[in-house]
């Protein structure tokens, strides 16, 4: 390998397959024995770093190819690939790796690809289609995704490379395709020339643009597979060529810019598995003046803002730290990983300023900062109950009285009690009154985020509730935080999702109930209502809503991505279910994909667990779809989380086959569905593939 060594930093770079990575020079002086000897990854770690740290770092060496086992025949690699890349000049910017890099934070793990194994880092491959811009990135890209339990290869393509994508696609097989449409190629005749032409020709030349981007969208969507495509559309210029009279000037910037990012947005929304990467945003956010050029440069260079004092192709970090951390918060919403499905807040000094008990409600007619800081973090945790994800209190004081304060004033507020689902308010610790908050709700620790303003009360938690994330930002910053963490958001808010805080308090009524009367008198009594009936391409969002986030009852042990529970959706017959009782309308809440004699699938909402439909349910779809029939066959991956589904193919009547299969030898062993406590409705009728919405 090549070592570069700079006054701070190490730069080493592959010479074979051109991979690089830039380290502080305080972690490459820790690599040193590696030079020397062959080691192992224990060996490696000695007494200069700690385990974690070493692993990772072992890891990210091992990945680009730098550490190789000790017998690897490095010129037979040589042969079959003496270099990548098509010769064109590569950029870069130094943004090194140091110790702090590697040692990921509480709660933080690996979020692509398959764990090495070895206690390092997670292997994540993305690809970068477009200009310079995206090589300023890489290395961002790199040390923000160790930061994340990630140890991030990347591979540059320029947008007009003539190697059929697909193939450079399957071989290398990214976990995330990045396009950056936003080259100087792309941009320069109609940001540069196009200001200095008329109106007709502006008019062609964004039309034209529009065309080959939405071109590239398709294209690379297609070769993409099931792989998440991430696509740059274009940010307003700092200073608009037409300055203050863009607005009434014919095609000038704001209406081409928008009508490009019209055509980005409607090209992308075609396919499921791409998304639109925000420039725009980003430039409202932070400044296009401190993101982009434009204030010194021509707009067709659209690089990031650079150090006027160096004579070389130079960008600051601010735009490559922005887009590495947007590629990784992408990816985790596209593909819901570690999604937040809890949100538990204190009360006083979070949700509102002061001691509500001792002060009252009083801030509310004040035009203070504190005012509208807290209605701020009010609205954000209502949007969050929008998108379905459920909102609980955990608060020290009286119940009682602070619940009454809160309901006399709610008028005023942007949230009210009504909004949550449970109120844990008392003088226990915090900690144990959230881990009561997951039993009940029958949520993983995992999935609740925590707020709090007190810094105390923070530790109390991350200490003794283990796996419960904790959002350790002040106060001020909680509105950022919940609406821009990935974790937080979803591509499409169903009804079910809407009404999640209603049906999830109707479970916790019906519990209650449970707890006066025998199982089979109050299921009778809640007139439950099942409605069992072939899936139609309208319900494709919802079902692939419920597949990407059950994981108590799912045969299939692990959840899907959307583009999984599409394709799965497309080659199976599905079949949902439906529950009312007489507290609430769950609506879709089931669904099992029958592919041939085969139950590919079975997943149930945990909101309806208690009204025991699992079983009815598949004997239904069962009868109704043709699998009750000898030889039909069902299987269950087991995972820490789907203990509720274990027995339902036993309790059906199947017969252990091993290895998690179950088979139906005699289809009399069904159960009878005659005498239910609750009213059964199967639909007639076939239940057909539900590939005509999949890319809805």
């Known amino acids: 390998m090549s070592v570069v060594e700079l006054s701070d930093c190490v ?12 380290l502080r020079a305080d972690l490459w002086r820790l690599c040193g024995p590696l030079l020397s000897r062959p080691l192992t990854a224990a060996e490696f770690a000695g007494d200069s770093l700690r385990p974690d740290t070493a692993a990772a770092l072992f890891s990210m060496l091992r990945d680009r190819g730098f550490v190789v086992p000790e017998d690897a025949d490095e010129l037979e690699q040589a042969e079959r690939a003496v270099t990548e890349g098509d010769g064109r000049a590569r950029y870069l910017e130094l943004d090194p790796v140091g110790p702090g890099d590697l040692t990921p934070g509480p709660g933080v793990t690996g979020q692509a690809g398959t764990p090495d194994g070895e206690g ?20 961002a890209l790199v040390r923000r995704g160790a930061r994340r339990g990630l140890s991030v290869t990347t591979r540059h393509l320029w947008p007009d490379d003539r190697e059929p994508l697909a ?4 071989a290398w097989d990214p976990h995330l395709i990045v396009l950056q449409p936003s080259t100087q190629h792309f941009m320069s005749p109609l940001w540069d020339h196009g200001a200095l032409e008329d109106e007709g020709r502006r008019r062609r030349q964004a039309a034209a643009l529009g065309r080959l981007v939405a071109s590239h969208i398709d294209d690379l969507a297609a070769a993409a597979g099931d792989r998440l495509v991430l696509v740059h559309n274009f940010a307003f210029p700092a200073i608009s060529p037409f300055g203050r009279f863009d607005f009434r000037t014919p095609a000038g910037f ?8 019209l055509r980005i947005d409607a090209a992308a929304s075609a396919h499921g598995n791409v998304m639109v990467l925000d420039e725009q945003a980003l430039a409202a956010r932070h400044g296009a003046g401190r993101l982009f050029d434009d204030l010194y440069f021509p707009y067709g260079h659209h690089g990031g803002m650079p150090d006027l004092t160096v004579e070389q192709p130079n960008q600051t970090p601010g735009l490559s730290s922005l887009l590495a951390e947007e590629y990784l918060d992408c990816h985790v919403a596209h593909h819901r990983l570690g999604q937040i499905k809890c949100v538990v807040t204190d009360l006083d000094g979070t949700l509102w300023p002061g001691n509500a008990a001792e002060t009252g409600f009083g801030w509310v007619d004040s035009d203070g900062t504190s005012r509208w800081l807290h209605m701020g973090v009010q609205q954000a945790l209502a949007l969050l109950g929008r998108r379905g994800i459920l909102l609980a209190t955990c608060g020290k004081g009286s119940a009682e009285v602070t619940l009454d304060l809160w309901r006399r004033n709610q008028g005023r507020l942007m949230i009210s009690p009504d909004d949550f689902v449970t109120h844990r308010i008392n003088w226990e610790d915090k900690s144990a009154n959230i881990l009561r908050i997951c039993r009940d709700l029958q949520v993983a620790p995992e999935s609740v985020l925590f707020l709090d303003d007190n810094h105390v009360e923070r530790l109390e938690v991350r200490a003794r509730a283990p796996g419960v994330r904790v959002l350790d930002v002040p106060v001020h910053d909680f509105r950022r935080a919940l609406l821009s963490d990935p974790r937080c958001q979803t591509g499409s808010v169903t009804k079910e999702s809407a009404l999640r805080a209603v049906t999830t308090k109707a479970m916790l009524a019906r519990e209650e109930l449970a707890s006066a009367t025998d199982r089979r008198s109050f299921l009778r009594d809640l007139e439950v209502t099942m409605t069992v009936r072939p899936a139609v391409p309208a319900d494709l969002p919802r079902v692939v809503e419920l597949c990407g986030r059950t994981t108590q009852f799912n045969t299939m042990g692990s959840t899907l991505t959307g583009e999984e529970a599409r394709a799965s959706a497309a080659t199976s017959a599905v079949w949902t279910l439906s529950v009312s009782d007489r507290i609430a309308d769950y609506g879709l809440v089931g669904v099992v994909m029958l592919r041939g004699a085969e139950v590919a699938g079975m997943v149930v909402s945990c ?54 299969l179950f088979r139906l030898a005699d289809p009399g062993r069904l159960p009878s569905l005659d005498d239910l406590p609750h009213r059964l409705d199967v639909q007639a009728g076939t239940a057909a593939r539900v590939q005509e919405a999949a890319g809805a």
Not at 11 to 22: A, E, K, N
Not at 123 to 137: E, I, K, N, S
Not at 167 to 170: F, K, L, R
């Open 11 to 22: 730069v080493l770079t592959h010479p074979i397959h051109l991979h690089r990575l830039t």
């Open 120 to 139: 390092g880092l997670t292997p994540m491959r993305v690809m970068l289609v477009g200009g310079c811009v995206l090589q300023f990135a890489e290395d």
């Open 167 to 170: 193939e450079q696609i399957g």
């Open 254 to 261: 704001r209406e081409l810019v928008g009508g490009l990012n």
């Open 607 to 660: 909101r309806v667990l208690g009204l025991d439909v699992a079983l009815p349910f598949l004997v239904a779809t069962l009868r109704a779809g043709g699998g009750d029939r000898p030889g039909t066959t069902g299987s269950i991956v087991e995972t820490a989380r789907n203990h509720p589904c274990r027995g339902i193919f036993t309790s059906a009547g199947f017969e252990p086959a091993g290895a998690g």
